[in-house]
């Protein structure tokens, strides 16, 4: 499986339309992937409205440069995804990927209309609500951002499907494999079975984040783009770049004799970056035994706390939290600790950054032993 690689240092438009255009030329070229007429569904990051500087959102300069290269193929293109809080369009619009759209006169899909499919060899899942253009399309380009992510250590192209199931049945999903391991099991399955449809990945890692991502962490130059055909050998092939071991992205350690029986081929620039930060939330109990896993998630596993300084009572975390287990009091979110299943959804949809991630003694008192 063919992965390719192309520097790019800036989010200047020319520069990461012919990064792109190199990725994408040197694994087969867009017409490869996209035939005359097609129906075309791009479906960048949109984890939740912010301004691209953040960084938690696919760029719009990506986004312009795979509508260029896939218009002279097809006019039927379209863009979506189904971020967490906000309207598909709302978010496109802070983004800055809606201007992209208008500018080329590219329809927007809200993923607001969804529709049951089975999947009977699922292993942990024997069907999905999925927004029906996903399966409708042709054509899936998936543009994931590469991140970091507290729950699954790191995030690009496989996790980004997630946006394939609209708004509340994601969050319902989390309640459903609360355990990383499950929830990890569960992406897999998704990717099986968009993969038919998802002919190409290409990540943005110009600037992508480390920490406590994938929307509260660090923006980090990273300096490149890079595709394939395949998400899940993509999201290896970042992870070896970024230093993440295999074994700590569940992804990538459950798919582990997969991986190592592909032959991998990596195309184009060399890249060497140091090591990515790690999010806070990562321990080194993560792979301890399923028995450990409630003493684990209340002992070790780090603990969401509102900051009430930051906290505006906006209620988006309210809205997203699975276990129904965040209250606005006198104006501030409050979090009944008991039922939470540290699934880090209030952490990540927080637009004022006022979830924060403590450590309880346990875990600490384990670091500085290792030190
Ligand atoms: S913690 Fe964040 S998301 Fe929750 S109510 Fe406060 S500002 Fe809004
Ligand atoms: S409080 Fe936050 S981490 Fe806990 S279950 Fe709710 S959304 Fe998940």
């Given at each position: 499986m063919k992965v390719s690689i192309a520097k790019c240092d800036s989010y200047?438009?020319?520069e990461v339309y012919k990064a792109v255009k190199k990725s994408?030329?040197?694994i087969g070229?867009?017409?490869k992937f996209v035939k005359k007429g097609q129906k075309v569904l791009i479906k960048p990051n949109l984890l939740r409205a912010s301004k691209s500087d953040k960084r938690i959102t696919t760029d719009p300069a990506v986004l312009d440069a795979v509508i260029r290269l896939v218009k002279p193929i097809t006019n039927k293109i379209c863009v979506g995804d189904s971020p967490a809080i906000q309207s598909t369009s709302f978010t496109m619009n802070v983004a800055g990927l809606k201007e992209i759209c208008d500018k080329h006169k590219v329809h927007i899909v809200e993923f607001c209309s969804c529709k049951d499919y089975k999947f009977k060899s699922g292993k942990k899942l024997k069907g999905f609500q999925l927004e029906k253009e996903v399966m409708e399309s042709d054509v899936i380009i998936n543009l994931p951002k590469f991140k970091t992510h507290v729950f699954m250590t790191y995030t690009g192209a496989v996790k980004n499907l997630y946006g394939c199931i609209?708004?509340?049945t994601k969050a319902a999903l989390h309640f459903t494999f609360p355990k990383r391991e499950d929830f990890a099991m569960m992406?897999?399955?998704?990717?099986?079975f968009t993969k038919p449809k998802?002919?190409?990945n290409i990540i943005d890692a110009v600037i992508g984040m480390e920490g406590n991502g994938p929307s509260n962490g660090i923006p980090r130059k990273l300096g490149f783009i890079s595709a394939s055909e395949d998400a899940l050998v993509l999201d290896k092939i970042m992870c070896d770049i970024a230093k993440i071991r295999s074994n700590d992205v569940p992804i990538l350690k459950l798919n582990r004799n997969k991986l190592n029986k592909t032959k991998m081929h990596v195309l184009?620039?060399?890249i060497n970056i140091e090591k990515i930060i790690y999010p806070k939330t990562k321990s080194f109990f993560d792979s301890a035994p399923l028995f450990f896993s409630r003493?684990?998630?209340?002992?070790?596993r780090s603990k969401p706390k509102v900051n009430v300084q930051r906290c505006i009572a906006c209620r988006d975390c309210v809205k997203i939290c699975p276990a129904k287990t965040i209250k606005i009091i006198n104006r501030k979110a409050f979090i009944y600790i008991r039922k939470c299943i540290r699934c880090y959804c209030c952490h990540e949809v927080c637009p004022h950054n006022a979830i924060i991630l403590k450590k309880p003694m346990l875990a600490k008192a384990y670091s500085v032993f290792k030190k």
């Open positions: 200047e438009k020319e994408i030329d040197l070229g867009i017409e609209t708004g509340v992406l897999l399955d998704l990717y099986e998802v002919k190409l184009g620039d060399k003493f684990i998630r209340n002992n070790i």
